[in-house]
């Protein structure tokens, strides 16, 4: 069975960068899209950004918008979050999720929780001078 594989989190002083990976473990995956998602203590998961696996479009969240780019390698199966003047409130476990075949989500489903159906375990991200 496949899984996602997050990578590159991390300690980070405000103001700084980081780069997230997401890697599929099968050559076969295949996803109508990627995203990313975050959850901090005692808050609900919350929708990052996505990425239109076949054309490669990108949706943020407003609280990421013009900080966090999306990109993804179709070669190797792979996604990327790079992440740019982060900001305490950045701090979270980030997981990165595919909507995989058969059934592909509406484009409004991507931006939930619901329109995805594979998950990585996540990877730690903290913000903090």
């Known amino acids: 069975q496949v899984q996602l594989v997050e990578s590159g989190g991390g300690l980070v002083q405000p103001g700084g960068s980081l780069r997230l990976s997401c890697a599929a473990s099968e050559r076969t995956f295949s996803t109508y899209a990627m995203g990313w998602f975050r959850q901090a203590p005692g808050m609900e998961r919350e929708f990052v950004s996505a990425?239109?696996?076949?054309?490669?479009?990108?949706i943020y969240s407003n609280s990421v918008k013009g900080r966090f780019t999306i990109s993804r390698d179709k070669a190797k199966n792979t996604v990327y979050l790079q992440m740019n003047s982060l900001k305490p409130e950045d701090t979270a476990i980030y997981y990165c999720?595919?909507?995989?075949?058969?059934?592909?989500?509406?484009?409004?489903?991507?931006?939930?929780?619901?329109?995805?159906?594979?998950w990585g375990q996540g990877t730690q991200v903290t913000v903090s001078s």
């Open positions: 999720a595919a909507d995989t075949p058969p059934t592909r989500s509406i484009l409004s489903s991507w931006y939930t929780a619901r329109g995805y159906d594979l």
């Open positions: 990425v239109n696996w076949a054309s490669g479009s990108t």
